[in-house]
Every structure is written in C-alpha cells, then in structure tokens.
C-alpha cells in the first residue's frame, strides 16, 4: 500500500512538472529573451556620476567620429543596424590586441550580413591618427563599410565612453590616455539600446555574443 502511495505521488509530481514546462513553453517562457541595459546595470565606477541613478530608458548617444578612411562616420551609419562597439588605442601591449582579432573574428561570422556592424573607438585621439587607423585596420582585416575603426575629439570621446556605453574607467594622470579602456564589448540593438557586455578576450564570451547577435537579427 505504501508503495502504491508513493508512485502515485511520484506520478502525480511528474504530470504537474509536464503541464508547468508545457504551459511555460506556450507562453512563450522557453525563449529568454536578452536584458535592456540601463546606467544601474553597470558597476558605478564605468558610468559619469550623472547618470549613476538612470534605470530606464537608457540609448546610446549621437556621434560623430573619423574613421580610418578619413570619413566622417555618424549615428546615421549605424540606423537599424546591430553593431558592437569597444574602446581600444593602437599602442596597447597588452588586451587591444587580443580584442581586435576577437573583433575580427565576429566581422568573419557575420561577413554576409549587411544588418551587423562594428565600431571601435580609440581613446587616444592625439597618437592615433587616421594613417595609423588606417594601418591598423588593413593588418586586421578591417573591411569598408563594415568595421569603422575610429577616433575624434578627446572630450566626444570621453563622453561616449562615460555616458552612451560604459566602458571606460575614470582614472589617470591628465595626459594622453586619462581614462582606462575596459575590455568590455557592447551589443547595440536597432533602437540604440544596449543588449549585451561581453568580455572581449575570451573566446566563451565571443561565443556567447555571437549567439546573442542571431537572437537580435
């Protein structure tokens, strides 16, 4: 008797876990769908103090930024795309290399899809010039059109990094380079918004953006 007890328990712990996966799926629970990042999201120390308490509504700013064919490039040139952006400086020994050709291993898996799009933004605007931009983008592969690798005004800059995708620290001395780039990757949607942070020097976390990318398109 104990036993019949037992697995009709069992049975009935079974169904109740069918039915609630069953109605989880239908309505529409088995497709988690990807974060809208806002100024809270993020650890303080990446976000200007303005906007630190901001926990909505949150898109990236216009720009306006030179690229490495010594074009102006613009929000415009992003509208309804899907990009990633990182902030990087050519001199960098240590992390920038490994960013860049994780950035150019996402530019190879989405080379056919015109909606996917990348930006770098160099931090240091006074040393990167657009002849050093434009070398550096043909030694990774940069292709036109598709991988804008760019620099501008410091202050323009500063204000992107700060205040559209966090992803600079507010450190430094004053000079050349004073703010420290993060290795984060930041996944724009067709509405300016943010979807995604990934760690720019891990091939798991490239991985995991590439999957997140299809999930968007």
């Known amino acids: 008797m104990k036993g019949k007890i037992q697995k009709l328990i069992g049975s009935l712990l079974i169904s109740t876990a069918i039915i609630y996966l069953v109605y989880f799926i239908t309505m529409g629970g088995g497709a988690e769908v990807l974060p809208v990042y806002n100024p809270t999201n993020f650890n303080p120390e990446l976000v200007d103090v303005s906007l630190q308490q901001e926990s909505e509504d949150h898109t990236v700013a216009d720009f306006e930024l030179r690229n490495q064919n010594d074009s102006i490039i613009t929000q415009n040139d992003y509208k309804n795309k899907i990009y990633i952006t990182d902030f990087f400086f050519t001199r960098c020994p240590s992390i920038c290399p490994v960013m860049t050709n994780n950035m150019a291993k996402i530019q190879d898996r989405f080379i056919a899809d015109p909606d996917v799009m990348l930006l770098s933004v160099s931090v240091t605007p006074k040393l990167d010039s657009v002849a050093i931009l434009q070398e550096y ?21 500063y204000n992107l990094a700060r205040k559209s995708y966090f992803a600079v620290v507010n ?34 976390e490239i991985d995991r953006l590439t999957q997140d990318i299809k999930r968007i398109l």
């Open 171 to 204: 450190e430094g001395d004053g000079g050349l380079q004073d703010f420290i780039h993060t290795p984060n990757f930041i996944l724009v949607d067709r509405q300016k918004r943010i979807r995604g942070v990934y760690d720019g020097t891990k091939n798991e």
């Open 137 to 157: 983008s043909r030694k990774h592969g940069a292709i036109n059109g598709k991988w804008n690798i760019t620099t501008g005004d410091k202050k323009h800059i």
